[in-house]
Every structure is written in C-alpha cells, then in structure tokens.
C-alpha cells in the first residue's frame, strides 16, 4: 500500500501548501549541540546529526528512548523484551545477548556509557535533549560505536525555585507521572530531582495463569546537585536510577513447540498457553561527577567520573505451551567505572581542538539455567531438574587517548581532524554444564582466556561554507567494535573448536550539506555515505534440526551499508511548524559464504532488521487564543518503515512439517499515525492534552523468531494507545 494512504488530509495539505510571504518571517530557533564535547551550532558539525528536543518530546509525547526512532530516519530500537534492547543505526546494530557480546550503538547520559542492552531503555527523565548520531563515532565516543552513538542530555538545575508535575491516565489503565524540583540552596549550590513512574496493564492474555503479558511497572529517578560559584571551577554531582518489574512480551506462537504444526492452544490473536509467565526485572543505578576548570590561558579541563550498576532478571517458558517442557532462567549483571580527562582548547577562530584520555573497567557475571521437568526428561532424556547450566564472569578493562578538532585553512574552508587509539583487554571464567541436556547434546566445559584488542581509529573532514549559514563537509571515519566470547547454550563442537571472536572494523565516508534558507524558515540536514566493515560479528540462532539449535557467533561477514538520509524543519508561518524527514538505506553482506541454513552462500542478502526506505512527516499548529489565555496546540506525525528481513537466509515464509505456511523471517511495511491535541496557558503554567498512539490502530508486526525448542514466534506493534495528559508547572 501507499505511504501516503493513510496520511490524515490535515497534514496532507499543510505538506502541499505553497510557501507565501508570511512563511518567510517565521524564523526557527537556533539549536545547539555537544556532540563533539564543546558547544557548537548544530549546523556547523560535520555529523550526520539530530537534535531532539526538551519541546519535541513533550509535544509528541514519547516516554521511553525507544519511541524516539518513530522521528529519525535509519534509526531502529526494538520493541518487546527491554533486556536484550537492540538500538540500529543505518541498518547495523546488535543487542548483548551475553556478558561476551556487545551493542554496536552506544548510549550516553551526560557523556558517561550506559553499557550493555539491559539498561539502554531508558525512561526520558528531565531531558534537555536527545542526540541522534548516525555513523562510526569512534574518535570521540570509542569503541561499540560503528554504527553511532545516542546522547541524553539532562537539564540543569538553575539559580530560580522551580518545578513541575505531570499526570497521565489512558486505555489499558495506563497510569503515568513525573515530577521535578529545582531549586538554589545557597549562592553557589543548586539542586534538582526529577521523579517517574509508569505503570499499564498487560495486553496479551495467557490462557493458562489468567495474566496479562506485556505489562509495563516501573519507577526512574535523576538528581543533581551543582556547585558553582561564578568563577573558573563547577562541579555536578548526579545520580539515577530505574527500577522496573513486569509480566514481559516474548511474541506470540504462531507453531507448537517444535515448529511443526501452527499453534492450536492458543490461536486467538494477543493470546499465548503458557505454564509460566515470563518475567523481566531490572535494576539499574548510576552515579557521575562532572568536574570544570576553565584556565587563565583559555583552556579548560574536564573531568566526568562515573559508577554504574545494572542487574537483570528474565525468565521465560521457551516450550510456549501447556507442556511444560522446560524454563529459561537468566541472571546477569553489570558492574562499571569510567574515567575521562578531557582537555578543551580556548574558542579560536582557527585552531580548536579536544584531547582526552579515557578509562573503562566492567565486570559482567551471568548465571543462566534451563529448567527442565519429568516430562521432559522422559522424552529428550534430560536431567529432571537442571539439564543446562551457564555461569562465568567476563571482565573488561579499556583505555582510549583521543583527539578531536579543526583548522581554518581559509574564510571558508576548515580542515577537520580527529583519531582515538584504544586498547582493551577482556578476562573470562566461564563454565557451561550441558551432561544434563540429552537429545539437546549441549556441551559441558569450562573457558578461562583472555584476549587483547587495540585499534586506531581515525576522522578526517573536510568543511566549506557556502555561505554564513549553509555548510557542507565530506568526511572519512573509522572504528571498531571490541572482540569476545560466545558465552551462551552452545554444542560440544562450537566449545570444542573455540567460543572466541575477533575485533570488527569499519570504515565509512559521508557527504554533507547542512544549513538554514528561506530567511532561516527552513533548516535541512542532508547527508550520503557508505560503511565497510571487515570481520562483522554476526550472533545468530543455527536450526540443527530434531528440535536442536546453537547459538552462533561468528566473524564471518564483509558487510556493506550506503545510502542517503534528508531532514527539514519548515516554520510556514507564526503559526505551523512542518518536519519531515526522509532515509534510503542499501545495507548487505558483501560476502558470507556458509552463513545461511544449512551453510548456504548468503552474499548478496539484505542484512536483517535493514529498510530499504523509511519516511517520517510530522506537523504542529500553535495558535494563540486571546479572549481565553491559552494557547491551542494541535500535532500529527507519521511514520513509514519499508519491509525488512529478519534473517540472513532472506526467507519470508516457513512450510512447517504439517503442509502449513507460515510468515517467518520477514516483516511487512509499519505505517504508524500518533496525534495530540490540547491547551497551553499563555504563561505556560499548566497544559491538558489528548493524545493517541497509533491512532488508525493497524495491526503489524516488529519482528519473527525462532527459539531454542524451534518455536516460531511474531512480535506484534503496540495497538492504539490513547489518553489525557495534564500538567502543572512553576
């Protein structure tokens, strides 16, 4: 079907409208960005970059950083379970299934890492704004950065009382608040904290518990407190956490257990028959000291060290039926400390630059259990209790020194300049216990290894200002993503023949044009590249047959990703505000002989989770009503995503053993239109609003699965959600 099929005709004919004179006085607000760790005018950095704001996550309502990637193209965060998150930039990405394995997305709070999958979903707490950075940012931002970085930037307590609530109530009884309080404690110490809490009802009956899956319970905190005394030195101390527990979603059968038959126990849409009900529990906890000297020369010095915690708890029935066969239990934890020293040269004209050095220790510890019952053990000769256990720690200890900045060789041409040398070193103690598993034949030993990668990775750029207000750039970039161990359920012969995977690489280039027009109405961000990457790490499910699978990670891909990415933001008058933003994206494995079923040639295939096209239109009408002292605001976004592939055998249907067909490995088109509608007091004191996600309530799925019994699953999209929102400011 048609983009454009649904598009409400509101914003069809606000799209259309011609440009008039009074479109030309509407001038946009210039937006600033620290994305290369100085401030900067976000159209004069050379990235392929998007700003979003404190406003536009109020105005469209989202909640969670998953949501984001409704309004930036080539950019894609799962939905469903939060401890396995997968961010995707440009068609690559990769969730830490294991303590061995890590993301090739990197997300930031206050430029400190926030670490592996579990604590990626972060509830958008207080934000100032979101950085989206698509692209190898391995010069700033290190290593797990090949695809991009996202940055969450808090707002900052202020020298004025002030503070804030906002109440939600909407279907599925959902229940939303958040609060915060800033406030000045003496001359020269300031502090804040901002609360939330988000609880909804479960939209997938189990059959046999008579719960609800895909719940949401969970609570989020972020305080700080500031010390400046107007002179050369601040200091920010900051603190966070989330606690969340819930009846999670793992997809819905679509086969029985073995994947041979469609699903009879449960055929009914939002419905599963499940012994046990799988649950997600995490616990994360970070603190951060941010520390300023600026220096009689110009310089300044910064300092940003940082503690975080992050603990998960997953359980799931992965025999998704009434027989129960087995329970996955899982038990992982992340413990880390980052230093960074950055040093930041005086505002130049010409020279500029920032060198740093970067410290970073982890230790990851997992304990991993398939559960098993008699029924099982009479048929698959299991042990009756605990047929398979894993258990390990894995620790990793980084260090990075960095450069980043940029030369005016003329009025209009800059040199820009950058590089990063790391060097990591990761430590395992694991051990897998599989004499347990019987007809499953996983495998028992143990792995005490340690390996050692380093990389250069390095950033040229090339700027000409066209004009004061329209940049263009051509840049080179490279990095790495770090190497690891397969520490997952895995056979005799993968522990036999070595768990251990090499370092990926990637160079990229990109072309760039970025700039206001139109008497700086229309702001556009417009970029081309292509991205190699040498001994890509593919983490995948191998179908061994009988009911049998191993999980596989393997460097055993050349993967090339080129295309072209176009952004605008459009004041047609005082009045409307347009966005729209357009991604082509041609992601591939260039060469992966042996890594499809069977070890079928899969070169040429689409990379799983890729689009060919994404779309993102949005409009927001603000007008103000006098007689009343309000402010009414109106906004509707639509968001398309072309089909993709799930896996890199690019099938689209599975025959099951049955005669039946059934969608597997390929996600149709997802067209989604969210809206808001509501007031805003001319002081900006209080504001109600109706909002509705997915408002024309199509039925689509995110994703399709196989698990280990060789159950396939859908992963189905949220619903309509709807609901009033009221919120009181001072």
Aim: aromatic fraction near 10%.
């Amino acid at each position: 079907m048609k983009a454009s099929r649904f598009l409400p005709h509101a914003l069809a004919a606000a799209v259309a409208a011609p440009i008039t004179p009074l479109a030309l006085a509407a001038e946009l607000e210039e937006v600033t960005v620290t994305a290369q760790k100085r401030s900067q005018r976000l159209t004069e950095v050379p990235i392929a970059i998007t700003s979003f704001g404190a406003e536009n996550i109020e105005e469209t309502g989202i909640r969670q950083l998953r949501e984001v990637a409704e309004f930036i193209p080539n950019l894609s965060i799962s939905s469903g379970k939060d401890f396995d998150s997968t961010v995707s930039i440009r068609g690559v990405g990769a969730n830490s299934r294991n303590i061995g394995f890590d993301t090739r997305v990197g997300v930031y709070l206050d430029g400190v890492y926030l670490g592996q999958s579990p604590a990626l979903n972060q509830e958008l707490l207080d934000l100032e704004r979101i950085e989206v950075l698509r692209g190898p940012q391995g010069t700033l931002f290190g290593k797990n950065t090949v695809a991009g970085a996202i940055n969450l930037i808090s707002r900052q307590p202020g020298n004025t009382l002030e503070g804030g609530i906002n109440i939600e109530y909407g279907n599925f009884n959902t229940r939303q608040m958040s609060a915060s309080l800033s406030a000045p404690l003496s001359d020269s110490l300031f502090a804040k904290v901002a609360l939330s809490s988000q609880q909804r009802d479960g939209i997938q009956d189990n059959l046999l518990t008579g719960n609800a899956l895909n719940e949401q319970d969970g609570d989020a905190y972020r305080a700080q407190l500031v010390y400046d005394a107007g002179g050369n030195f601040t200091a920010n101390l900051a603190i966070d956490g989330t606690d969340a527990e819930r009846l999670t979603y793992v997809g819905e059968p679509v086969t029985d257990t073995f994947g041979m038959t469609p699903d009879t126990a449960a055929p009914q849409d939002d419905t599963v028959a499940m012994n046990h009900d799988p649950l997600e529990a995490r616990e994360i906890r970070g603190s951060a000291l941010t520390m300023n000297w600026d220096l009689a020369s110009g310089f300044a010095i910064k300092s940003i060290t940082a503690v975080r915690d992050t603990e998960i708890f997953y359980r799931n029935d992965v025999d998704y039926a009434p027989l129960d066969l087995a329970e996955l239990r899982y038990e992982d934890s992340y413990n880390q400390v980052t230093q960074e020293f950055q040093l930041v040269s005086p505002e130049s004209e010409d020279l500029q630059y920032v060198a740093g050095l970067y410290l970073y220790q982890q230790e990851g510890d997992s304990l991993r259990q398939i559960v098993s019952t008699p029924t099982a053990a009479m048929l698959f000769g299991t042990n009756p209790e605990v047929p398979v256990t894993t258990d390990g720690t894995v620790d990793t200890s980084s260090f990075a020194a960095f450069m980043n900045g940029s030369y005016r060789l003329t009025s209009q041409w800059k040199l820009g300049f950058g590089f990063r040398y790391s060097e990591e070193e990761k430590d395992v103690d694991w051990r897998i216990d599989g004499s347990g598993s019987g007809a499953f034949a996983m495998g028992t030993g143990s792995v005490d290894d340690r390996r050692t990668d380093s990389h250069f990775s390095p950033n040229v750029v090339l700027n000409y200002d066209f004009t004061p207000y329209i940049h263009g750039y051509a840049k080179y970039a490279g990095g790495f993503k770090s190497g690891g161990y397969n520490l997952d359920f895995i056979g005799q012969s993968d522990l036999n023949a070595g768990i251990d995977f090499d370092k990926e690489t990637v160079d990229s280039v990109e072309i760039g044009l970025k700039g206001t027009a139109l008497n700086r109405s229309l702001s556009f961000n417009l970029a081309a590249f292509q991205s190699d990457y040498t001994d890509y790490q593919v983490n995948q499910f191998i179908d061994l047959g009988e009911g049998r699978t191993s999980i596989s990670i393997r460097n055993a891909a050349e993967v090339e990703t080129r295309g072209l990415e176009a952004e605008f933001t459009y004041n047609a008058n005082d009045y409307l505000q347009l966005n729209a933003a357009f991604g082509l994206l041609d992601a591939e494995f260039a060469d992966y002989p042996g890594g499809g079923a069977g070890g079928a040639d899969v070169s040429g295939n689409k990379l799983p989770g890729a689009s060919d096209y994404t779309v993102n239109l949005g409009a927001q009408y603000r007008y103000p009503i006098m007689s009343m002292g309000v402010e009414f605001m109106a906004r509707v976004d639509y968001s398309f995503r072309d089909d993709y592939y799930n896996t890199a055998d690019n099938e689209q249907y599975r025959t099951l053993m049955s005669g039946d067909v059934v969608q597997y490995g390929w996600v149709d088109d997802i067209e989604l239109v969210n809206a808001r509608i509501g007031v805003i007091s001319d002081s900006e004191s209080w504001s109600a609003s109706l909002w509705a996600r997915n408002l024309l309530d199509e039925e689509y799925l995110t994703d399709t699965s196989r698990d280990f019994f060789g159950t396939l699953t859908h992963f189905k999209g949220m619903p309509r959600t709807y609901g009033l929102e009221v919120g009181y400011r001072f």
